[in-house]
């Protein structure tokens, strides 16, 4: 094949790659909080709202004494849902993550439940980053329990991009392992 050929050839692959390939967006990060005796890891999975704006869709991970068990859902398609609790207080939240923002989470914050607590507990964000406990028997404030904690966000690669790229590199190397070999044999052959 002669080398123009060739360059075209790899030109119209890497437009074809490219248009199929589509854009690499982050739908899934981790949250860490830490601070006051609380201390947690939450891996969620996101739909993107708007440029930075994501709507989590699932939940898992640990908050230092306990098993994330999952996501209070959403009431709501707009503004905050509100979840009632058993003395008449109630969470509002709207499990929306502003990962390229700081802060990272809004006054709704996300709303998940955690093994052994009978209600959902919420992390938030209003003048700092809050983890709030319902431990009820009393009227509010007194039927929380609220901790500063600071707040991380990383986006996690999605397994499909980085089987992607992986791939990629294996090719490159192969091909520079084939056109290394095909040289040295081509070399060899002319000092018989």
Known sequence: MRPLTRL??????VLALSAFAGTASADQFTINFWGSGFNGTLNVDTTLQSPGVYAI???????GFATVTGLVPTTTTSGYSYYSLPDGSYWYYDNLLYANSNPALDAGGIL??????AQPVNLYYDSQG??????GGGNYPKDFLTNPVQISVVATPEPSTLAFGLTGMAFLIAALAWKKARTSSALSGQNS
């Open 8 to 13: 075209v050839v790899l030109a119209v692959a």
């Open 57 to 63: 869709d699932s939940i898992s991970g640990n908050v």
């Open 112 to 117: 998940f439940t955690l093994a052994g607590l």
């Open 130 to 135: 809050e983890f709030s406990i319902y431990i």
